[in-house]
């Protein structure tokens, strides 16, 4: 059984999604990011950095914390969605970090001085967009090569990268210009193992 603490993020939808797929026993504790949860002690022993996601085996006591390598923690404990091989195993890591590093980053600014920022500033914008649309041709480009983002089958990959991009109407971003991403992002909505994580992150 795990205990998943998330929140209706980007970075905590991926973890009842991938929990899902997987078929695996879990529970939902939702963490009030508006209230400051985050910051109490027992969630900080859980998560030094303040952040969701966290997830918990409540068999071995093995508790870990950001939501990529809880990703790759779950495919290798199961050997689901991920390749067998060793190089496979290494390009999916390889587009997990770049999800965290720089498309997680980017478009959560380009959220934050959009839809929260206490004052307009069309720099930060500017930057942050020409970012977010950088990052759309990077996959775009790949979702021309390989059907997934990371090999050629589904894997926590896609997760990772797919509860961010389909934040792109919010962030002001038309999909005109990436088919490939429309494409993909249509696959993987239709998943139902997808659709159930949703329906139950709004069961409370
Ligand atoms: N790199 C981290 C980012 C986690 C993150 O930014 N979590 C956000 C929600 S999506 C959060 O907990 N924010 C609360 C805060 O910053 O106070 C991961 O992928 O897990």
Redesign the pocket.
């Known amino acids: 059984m795990y205990t998943a603490y998330i929140?209706g993020?980007?970075?905590?939808k991926k973890i009842p999604i991938a929990l899902e797929e997987l078929g695996l026993d879990y529970r939902l504790r939702h963490v009030d990011?508006g209230a400051g949860e985050?910051h109490q002690p027992d969630f900080v022993r859980l998560s030094p950095n303040?952040?969701?996601?966290v997830l918990v085996d409540e068999d071995t006591g093995l508790s870990l914390?950001?939501?990529?390598a809880i990703l790759y923690h779950l495919a290798c404990a199961t050997g689901r969605l991920i390749p067998a091989d060793t190089q496979g195993r290494e390009l999916v890591l390889q587009w997990l970090f770049l999800q965290?590093a720089s498309t997680?980053p980017m478009l959560?600014q380009l959220w934050w001085f959009r839809h929260a920022a206490p004052a307009p500033n069309p720099q930060a914008l500017e930057r942050y967009t020409r970012e977010a649309l950088r990052i759309h041709a990077v996959l775009e480009q790949r979702l021309s090569e390989s059907p997934w983002v990371a090999a050629q089958e589904y894997t926590v990959a896609d997760i990772a990268w797919y509860t961010w991009m389909e934040t792109h109407a919010e962030l002001g971003i038309d999909l005109q210009a990436y088919p490939r991403i429309k494409d993909w992002l249509d696959r993987i909505a239709a998943r139902p193992a997808l659709r159930e994580a949703l329906r139950r992150m709004e069961e409370r």
């Not at 993020?9 to 905590?12: D, F």
């Not at 303040?50 to 996601?53: D, V």
């Open positions: 929140a993020t980007p970075n905590g990011l985050q303040h952040k969701i996601p914390f950001e939501s990529c965290a997680g959560g």
